[in-house]
């Protein structure tokens, strides 16, 4: 089990410590520091179902109010932008979950 984590994000904040209760071995990835490829990403859209957009924070500066709904643009800029990715992230096997 994995879980895309951002320390400064509450419910990022919340959901490891969840995880942390229940005894659950998982890694922490902080992917603002280490940022998913193009392919890492496009793996967990397609576990969690998801168009990138789907997933784009949308009150992020970084966010492309004029990009098409092009899936491989939209993994490349939020790879150029990870603070655009929703988090955080739960990947185990194979599937994965927004915690909200």
């Not at 939209?74 to 927004?98: F, K, Q, T, Y």
């Amino acid at each position: 089990m994995e879980i895309w984590h951002n320390p400064r994000c509450s419910k990022s904040r919340a959901a490891k410590q969840r995880l942390d209760e229940s005894n659950v071995e998982y890694t922490e990835r902080r992917y603002l520091d280490d940022v998913p490829t193009f392919e890492e990403l496009d793996h967990v859209l397609e576990l969690l179902d998801k168009q990138p957009w789907e997933i784009a924070r949308k009150k992020e500066a970084a966010y492309p109010v004029t990009l098409e709904h092009d899936r491989a643009k939209w993994i490349e800029h939020m790879v150029a932008n990870p603070s655009l990715i929703e988090r955080p992230i739960i990947i185990d096997g194979d599937s994965a979950r927004i915690e909200r």
